[in-house]
């Protein structure tokens, strides 16, 4: 009976967490393509915005704190942060290499429509494929290959065909240099995740999803602290004030 309850408990948080991630999947690029189709430019701000909730991881690592202290032996140690250094230091890297991936993905949007965009993003799971395999030592199936030769077609037929979806007035180079780094976020989050499930294996510790969470929260506040060190390198923390007064939806207070 118990391992029924915790099956269904690890359903559900999977339905969740699906849930939520396609939520932000779905609404984070169009949130940003109309940043920068009424006026915005601030790409920093835009790469920051992708990591910047991060905070809110907090909520289901104190829910798992709580859970663990109405559970467990009372003369056990109960941490609020479990995670040890080397994964820490693994989870910090990653995280840097997220907040340049955040730069190549809003860099795109600022270039591309949508849709253009989100074909070419969704190519990853074609480089997924091939770093799982090198990483993991994931084996290619039916399933997976078929699905990235169809997404690889699609990005290829886009590419040759893209003329109509153009924003208008958009230079030729700017366009083909927002395909470009599209396609680079596309592979460095390819990357990403293999690593991920790579660090998971090579971790000394049990993985929990207290666990994950807490490497989740480290990745994301080390890639929103990269992408803070780039808006003051590119002086956008003075430029956002002028660019809400000229935001052509209106200024937000």
């Not at 989050?189 to 790579?198: G, H, K, N, Q, T």
């Amino acid at each position: 009976m118990m391992h029924f309850v915790n099956l269904t408990k690890r359903k559900a948080l999977l339905v969740i967490n699906c849930i939520i991630l396609a939520i932000g999947n779905c609404g984070g690029p169009l949130i940003a393509r109309l940043y920068f189709i009424n006026g915005g430019n601030r790409i920093w701000f835009s790469s920051w915005l992708e990591t910047a909730g991060c905070p809110i991881i907090l909520l289901p690592i104190a829910c798992a704190y709580m859970h663990r202290s109405r559970t467990v032996d009372p003369t056990s140690e109960n941490k609020f942060f479990y995670m040890e250094r080397p994964l820490f230091l693994a989870a910090v890297v990653l995280g840097i290499i997220t907040g340049l991936d955040n730069y190549l993905y809003a860099y795109g949007l600022s270039r591309l429509p949508v849709s253009t965009a989100s074909l070419i993003i969704a190519s990853q799971l074609a480089f997924t494929a091939v770093f799982a395999f090198l990483l993991v030592k994931q084996k290619f199936t039916a399933y997976s290959i078929n699905a990235v030769f169809l997404l690889s077609i699609g990005a290829g037929l886009l590419a040759l065909h893209s003329s109509s979806d153009r924003p208008a007035n958009e230079p030729n180079r700017e366009y083909i240099l927002g395909f470009v780094m599209t396609l680079a976020a596309a592979v460095f989050y390819a990357f990403i995740m293999p690593l991920v499930e790579l660090t998971f294996k090579k971790a000394k510790q049990e993985i929990s999803y207290a666990l994950v969470m807490e490497i989740q929260l480290v990745m994301c506040f080390v890639a929103t602290v990269v992408c803070t060190v780039g808006m003051l390198a590119n002086n956008d923390f003075n430029v956002i004030r002028r660019e809400a007064r000229e935001f052509e939806l209106g200024e937000t207070k």
